[in-house]
């Protein structure tokens, strides 16, 4: 069993920045490729960017690239989110993904272990 819990989301400026992070409980963290998730009000949940378990792979949606980053520190459990040049339409609640393997999906259906989600808004 994985429980994660994210901080860091808030109210920000378009343009402005923002760092989640997500820790996770249990000594597995490192068996588990990571991501963020994000829903819009009234849309679905949607991928946004990923890790894998090792560290060495990521993959992002072509909205988000050049913008987001994503990392994560085994010995801390925790995998991060940083978003620069935020834009309204990144408004959404993010969640943390974690999925047993090497890489993680795209699919939200894949996915082992979800957050309970941070809010981010972006005013313009």
């Known amino acids: 069993q994985v429980q994660l819990v994210e901080s860091g989301g808030g109210l920000v400026q378009a343009g402005g920045s923002l760092r989640l992070s997500c820790e996770a409980s249990?000594?597995?963290?490192?068996?588990?490729?990571m991501g963020w998730f994000r829903q819009a009000a009234g849309k679905e949940r949607e991928f946004v960017i990923g890790?894998?378990?090792?560290?060495?792979?990521?993959d992002a949606v072509d909205s988000v690239k050049g913008r987001f980053t994503i990392s994560r520190d085994n010995a801390k459990n925790t995998v991060y989110l940083q978003m620069n040049s935020l834009k309204p339409e990144d408004t959404a609640v993010y969640y943390c993904?974690?999925?047993?393997?090497?890489?993680?999906?795209?699919?939200?259906?894949?996915?082992?272990?979800w957050g309970k989600g941070t809010l981010v808004t972006v005013s313009s």
């Open positions: 993904a974690a999925q047993y393997g090497v890489v993680i999906t795209t699919s939200p259906k894949n996915i082992d272990y």
């Open positions: 249990g000594r597995t963290f490192g068996w588990y490729a």
């Open positions: 890790m894998s378990r090792s560290g060495e792979n990521t």
